[in-house]
Each structure stands twice: as structure tokens, then as C-alpha cells.
């Protein structure tokens, strides 16, 4: 039987909501995403107006900031929107956007480059790995504390509120999901260095067409998950001519996300931000290694470390030759096919009752070589692009996340969570499958290092799997990589 069964699937647009495709893979920059410039919020509205009325509305200095990013095409012009009307407010502020890099690892390496040269721009985006260095170059980022507290353009509540259980309201850093904002105060230097932007998680692509038709359930934990990867390892048993299935139960797109979420479902050490940083050489990770390799001989599973030429598990995926693929929401556009219906679910967990999925995504970071009224307008551009209105209008249009909690009930991304059968897309299933992850979030402690142990499992992982290393020596390897740089 084909697995790449042809079905239409239709595509309407959610017209008050935006068209929608989606932005890049974690660390990468976006892919595509369309948007109707005349659903933005309008400069009139009383969000918008909230920012400008804060503003230091005295000053005529003309200011310019620049802002590198990663972004794609399209993505940036949801950013120009949201540049043009931002200076329409403050036409004494000119912000000059920059896609600077492809990836945001490329990133890093140019604003590595600049720090020295005294050519960082304003701001950037940044993950918190790369963070951790920039601080530790001198303290080459400016802690945001000063900015936020400010009496005149400080946060506000009509940036975004929202009330908790007991009916307090909530505002200003308290309006943003805990774990995006925890993040940016998570380094080693006491501060705020960093604030969220936009983010993403990871989420279960599976053939629903195949599915339903075999009565399969959508796997919960692994236990589940490992058993069902059997179930379609009997039902699909062809190998090609060179000796590999044809059909994999089960794509993982990033070798160290899978190895990472897994020690941190299973309460295995990986990483501290203090004392020894590097735990994973431990045995309950080599254990859990070697049950993936067991898993993996079996035939149930593929990652992207371990396909030819590196390819993504979705690419398989829309191919027809996965059945099910866990990647970023940020990548949601990859997993879109028109061969099959596409299902959306939660990830599987160790343990139901304590789940845990890795939270992506970008942040922004301000540079201390900027002037100070190049900081003061990079804060107020930073306050007027995660308002709650306009981080639900990039969230609708690119498939991450808001940043903000009050962003989650606002008519736009409610009314997007809860379309209609016939108007939804797999934008609209990531979004309501998301929705509720939130309290599982996790982000892995940060120091100078971090994210050459997080790129050291990749390879960890992969040798292992390939059958090129043995346990012990991959873990002595990337122990050694990571102490000797």
C-alpha cells in the first residue's frame, strides 16, 4: 500500500485572520508566510496609542536604530508593517531592519565579529546561548531592567494585561507566558538581557489519512508511541535495495532536541548553569541512548542526523515514506501537504503527569554601544512590537507563538484558534494543539558553552544511532568537545 495517498485538501483562508504558511525551523530563518497588509492593526487603535502617549513626546532629536534579524521575505514585510507604523508614532525615530544572517547561529558569529569592531547594531535577535556570550564580551548587551521599570516608557497595562485566577490584573512582564520571559533573566549575570519576541515549540505531524483508515490511536507517551512504531514496523516491512525500509513509523527533525527533551522528561542531568556545567556522561543517559539505538535497529524510527544528506524528518514526512514527524511549529509550513490530511498533537511524554516540550524561538537583544536615545527608542519599538495586539498579528501570519498571555484571548487569535472545520489549515490545528502546552515549557540552563553541548548531541546522537561510535566513546567525545571547546 502507498503511503503518499492523494487527497485535496482544501486551503481557505481565514480572510479576517490573514492568509497563512509558516516561518523556518528553529535556528533557522523563515521559510515563506503571506499576509494581507490590510488586516494590521491600525495606528489608531488603543493599543497602538498607548506607546506613543508613554513616549519622551518632548523630544524632537532625530534617532536611528538599526535591527538585525534572520527573517525571510515575507516575515520581514510583516515587520516593515509593523516599522511603518511604529514610525508614523514616532517620526522622530527611523529604525533601519536588517535580515543579517540566514540562520541564527550565522547570526551570532557576525555579532561576535562586531562587538570587538564596535559595529553591533542597536538590537538583534538572539537565542539565550548566544546571549551568554555576548555578555560575557565585556557585558556587550544592556540589562533591560532600567527600561522596563521606567516611569515614562516603562511598560504599561494597555500594552497587554490580563487578570489571573483571583482577579488581579496583570501587566507589563507579568502579561508575557512565564517561561518566554523567565528566559531572558535565566544567565549567569544577574538582569534582564533579553525579551521574547516571537516563540515556538515542537508538535506531532502525523498521516491522518492512514490513521483514521487503520484506526490508529494518536500515541500519548512513548511507551505508547514505541508500541505503535512496532505495530506499523509489521505493517510495513518492505526494504528498498539498499537494505533501508521503505516506510518509517517515526521522524525526529532534530537530533539533540530529541535527546535533550528526553533527559529532561526522564529527570536525566544534562546541563547546569552553575558548579560543572556539562552532566549528560552520566548512566541513565547512556542507557536511554542505548534504548533509542535498540529502537532505532528495529526500524522505528529516523532522525535528520541520521538520513542522507541530512534532510529533514518533514520532508519524509510530506513524502508519504514517515508516518509521523515531530519538529518546530516554527517549521509548521513544512509539514503541509496536499498528499494526505495532515493531524496536529501534543508530543509523547515519559510521564503524562509531567510534561515537558522545548520552548524556541527568538528574542531581542540591545546592544551597549548604542547611544542612549538609541536605547530609548530601541525599548519603545521593542514595547510597540510585543503589544499584545501586534504579537497575535504575527503569530496568526507565521505560526509561532504570542508572547504575550493576553494575546491568547483577544477576538482575533480566538476566533483563529476556533475556525470552523471547513475554514481551518494546519495553522489553525498547531495553534489550538498549543494552546494549552504552555505550563509544559522548558528552557535549558545558559552559560558560556551551553549551546556547544546542545550541538554537540547532535552528533552524539547520530554516530551512535549510525552505528559509527559506541556509547561509551560518544559520550567521552562530546564530553571532550565541550571542556576543550
Excluded at 163 to 191: A, I, M
Excluded at 297 to 308: E, H, M, R
Excluded at 451 to 469: I, Y
Aim: proline share 4%; charged share 15%.
Amino acid at each position: 500500500m502507498k503511503l503518499n495517498l492523494k487527497k485535496t485538501l482544501p486551503v481557505l483562508l481565514f480572510v479576517s485572520l490573514l492568509g497563512l504558511s509558516a516561518c523556518g525551523d528553529p535556528k533557522t530563518s523563515d521559510a515563506s508566510s503571506t499576509a494581507a497588509s490590510s488586516t494590521a492593526p491600525t495606528s489608531t487603535s488603543s493599543t497602538t496609542s498607548s506607546v506613543a502617549s508613554s513616549a519622551s513626546s518632548g523630544s524632537s532629536e532625530k534617532v536611528e536604530i538599526t535591527f538585525w534579524h534572520t527573517m525571510g521575505h515575507n516575515n520581514a514585510t510583516l515587520l516593515d508593517n509593523m516599522i511603518s507604523r511604529f514610525q508614523a508614532k514616532y517620526p522622530n525615530i527611523t529604525v533601519n531592519a536588517t535580515s543579517a544572517a540566514g540562520s541564527y547561529d550565522d547570526l551570532e558569529s557576525l555579532i561576535l565579529s562586531a562587538i570587538p569592531a564596535n559595529t553591533t547594531p542597536t538590537m538583534a535577535f538572539c537565542y539565550p546561548d548566544h546571549v551568554a556570550e555576548y555578555i560575557e564580551k565585556n557585558k556587550a548587551v544592556v540589562d533591560l531592567t532600567s527600561f522596563m521599570n521606567d516611569p515614562e516608557i516603562g511598560f504599561q497595562e494597555s500594552d497587554g494585561s490580563h487578570k489571573d485566577n483571583d482577579g488581579n490584573v496583570l501587566s507589563g512582564k507579568d502579561d508575557y507566558v512565564k517561561s518566554f520571559w523567565d528566559e531572558g533573566s535565566s544567565y549567569t549575570t544577574s538582569g534582564v538581557y533579553s525579551v521574547p519576541f516571537a516563540k515556538s515549540t515542537e508538535a506531532l505531524f502525523y498521516n491522518k489519512t492512514v490513521f483514521d483508515q487503520k484506526g490508529w490511536e494518536v500515541p500519548q507517551t512513548w511507551d505508547q508511541m514505541w508500541d505503535l512504531c512496532a505495530t506499523i514496523r509489521a505493517a510495513y516491512p518492505d526494504k528498498g535495495a539498499d537494505g533501508k525500509y521503505t516506510y518509517y513509523p517515526l521522524g525526529y527533525d532534530s537530533d539533540s532536541n530529541m535527546y535533550i527533551t528526553l533527559s529532561q522528561q526522564m529527570g536525566i542531568p544534562f546541563t547546569s548553569a552553575t558548579g560543572d556545567h556539562y552532566l549528560f556522561n552520566n548512566d541513565q543517559a547512556k542507557d536511554m541512548v542505548r534504548k533509542l539505538k535498540t529502537n532505532y535497529d528495529a526500524g522505528y524510527f529516523v532522525t535528520k542526523g541520521t538520513s542522507a544528506n541530512s534532510t529533514f524528518t518533514s520532508t519524509k514526512f510530506t513524502a508519504g515514506e514517515i508516518l509521523m514527524s515531530i519538529g518546530s511549529t516554527g517549521g509548521t509550513t513544512y509539514n503541509q501537504t496536499g498528499n494526505f490530511t495532515v493531524g496536529v498533537a501534543v508530543p509523547p511524554s515519559i510521564d503524562l503527569d509531567k510534561p515537558a516540550v522545548i520552548s524556541q524561538g527568538p528574542s531581542i537583544c540591545f546592544f551597549n554601544q548604542a547611544t542612549a536615545a538609541q536605547k530609548r527608542a530601541a525599548w519603545l519599538f521593542y514595547r510597540f512590537i510585543s503589544t499584545a495586539e501586534n504579537s497575535t498579528y504575527y503569530a496568526v501570519s507565521t505560526g509561532y507563538q504570542p508572547v504575550r498571555t493576553s494575546s491568547y484571548s483577544t477576538a482575533i487569535y480566538t476566533s483563529f484558534v476556533n475556525a470552523a472545520a471547513g475554514d481551518r489549515t494546519i495553522f489553525n490545528d498547531v495553534a489550538s494543539t498549543t494552546l494549552n502546552m504552555q505550563t509544559s515549557y522548558f528552557n535549558s540552563p545558559v552559560f558560556v558553552g551551553s549551546a556547544k553541548a546542545r550541538n554537540e548531541m547532535t552528533g552524539l546522537m547520530s554516530s551512535v544511532l549510525l552505528g559509527s561510535k559506541t556509547v561509551d566513546n560518544a559520550f567521552n567525545d562530546a564530553m571532550s568537545n565541550c571542556l576543550n571547546g
